[in-house]
């Protein structure tokens, strides 16, 4: 079965026709970039420039003299960012190359090599170019990243606190789900300003606090020690401040989405406006309606998915999904799907790749959340756990999650949650159906067990 399903697939392939005969490569470093354009365009097909933005524009200047409309880079670091704009602005082509792509084929260990070879390479068409959203994305992609590294750096000085009152003996947060609540930050502020006494800074408790004040106040109960007050009083000021950047960064991200016109033909009713409350690391600005202005279909009621999930994801994709031909070319770009290595018809290896991708991260962390989830997706998630075990079940739900994802943007279609129960139902029709045509194969009649004990 195997050798006939390969003899079908007939692969025609010649590597001999120059699909780019206009091609340039360029291999990028911190200090100087190396440019290879064909043997007939100039005295010298291999040229060094240097990283300045005078450079880059002179090397621009040169490859349009050369009659170039495409060029071949590799994604070094962000070493190749400037150059790009600066290439895409004069109408040339570009394509942004992973270096796992070029690793195949061993030889070239020079600067002037690399170049050439991506020259080659990009001439007979044998390179395939990174996926870059529009400007528009990556503008709001860089402030999302930029609004992550500031939540980390954030989350490191709680720990600061939390060492610091650990080492006073202070357990708060035993007490404590979040000692950077409202109960919390009240009271290691009154500790910042002098106060000792644990009754009066039990009195700072929320009325919303599970513990009593007498729990606040044994836990409270420690000997201060003037080195970790300083060290409790800079991680204090220091979470403050990551806080205040963090808001700066919601306004400029607001900013950002108020440039996007308002869709005309809206796949589904805009998100209803957020209520006063707002949770820890959510938007300082109402995300639903914004992400909604950019997108024109509400994603917010796909299940185990926030605003915040859904930010993160479309600052990684974008908008528009026609770079994706079909649901399985994003998936796999995605790696949410598995890469079988299949050699003489065997399996060898199977598994999904692993990957760095923020939004592939972001639809995992969203699978998660789903395993007590009355919904569908968590009835999927459930059955997927019981049967193959919770990283298998996470990819699969993951890989839901982006399907989902990508027909609500193609189509503008609402999404739909036919509930757990009714998953479970359908699903055991399905099994019942597969049980019948089993049994019919095999010259078997199935009849229900309730039938068989009446007679």
């Not at 420690?222 to 300083?230: A, D, I, N, S, V």
Request: net charge positive.
């Amino acid at each position: 079965m195997a050798k006939s399903r390969v003899q079908k697939r007939k692969v025609v392939v010649n590597a001999l026709d120059q699909i780019n005969p206009n091609a340039a490569g360029i291999d990028i470093g911190g200090e100087e970039i190396y440019v290879a354009v064909p043997p007939d365009r100039d005295e010298e097909s291999v040229r060094c420039f240097g990283v300045f933005t005078e450079d880059l524009e002179r090397l621009a200047d040169w490859l349009k003299a050369c009659r170039v409309d495409t060029v071949a880079m590799e994604a070094t670091g962000v070493y190749w960012v400037p150059l790009y704009e600066i290439l895409e602005k004069c109408g040339i082509r570009v394509f942004l190359v992973n270096a796992r792509h070029l690793k195949n084929v061993s030889g070239r260990k020079t600067d002037v090599l690399d170049c050439q070879w991506l020259q080659q390479l990009h001439t007979y068409g044998l390179l395939q170019a990174s996926f870059r959203p529009p400007e528009q994305i990556v503008a709001i992609r860089s402030l999302v990243r930029h609004r992550e590294m500031l939540v980390q750096y954030r989350s490191a000085h709680v720990q600061h606190m939390q060492k610091a009152l650990i080492l006073m003996n202070l357990r708060l947060s035993n007490v404590l789900s979040d000692i950077t609540g409202v109960t919390g930050m009240a009271i290691l502020r009154a500790i910042l300003a002098g106060e000792r006494d644990p009754h009066k800074l039990a009195e700072f408790r929320d009325k919303r606090c599970a513990k009593s004040e007498e729990e606040i106040v044994k836990s409270l109960q420690g000997h201060y020690r003037p080195e970790q007050l300083f060290v409790l009083k800079q991680a204090v000021e220091l979470f403050d401040y990551y806080a205040a950047q963090i808001q700066a960064c919601d306004g400029a991200l607001e900013t950002l989405y108020c440039q996007f016109d308002p869709p005309e033909n809206p796949g589904t009713p805009p998100p209803a406006p957020r209520s006063t409350a707002r949770r820890k690391n959510q938007a300082h600005f109402d995300l639903a309606p914004a992400l909604y202005r950019m997108t024109g279909v509400d994603l917010t009621p796909i299940d185990g998915v926030d605003a915040l999930t859904i930010q993160k994801v479309l600052s990684e994709i974008g908008t528009n999904m026609s770079p994706w031909p079909t649901v399985k070319h994003f998936t796999s770009w995605l790696h949410l799907c598995p890469n079988n290595r299949i050699t003489g018809g065997k399996v060898k290896q199977t598994g999904v790749q692993p990957t760095k991708n923020r939004a592939t991260t972001a639809l995992r962390i969203a699978a998660t959340s789903l395993k007590n989830s009355d919904s569908a997706l968590g009835a999927f998630f459930r059955r997927i756990r019981s049967r193959h075990g919770t990283p298998v079940a996470v990819t699969a739900t993951a890989h839901k999650l982006a399907r989902v994802i990508y027909f609500m943007l193609k189509e503008h279609k609402p999404y739909q949650d036919v509930g757990a129960l009714s998953y479970e139902q359908a699903y055991h029709q399905r099994m019942v159906r597969n049980l019948h045509r089993q049994a019919t194969k095999l010259g078997y009649r199935l009849e229900p067990a309730t039938v068989m004990a009446s007679a």
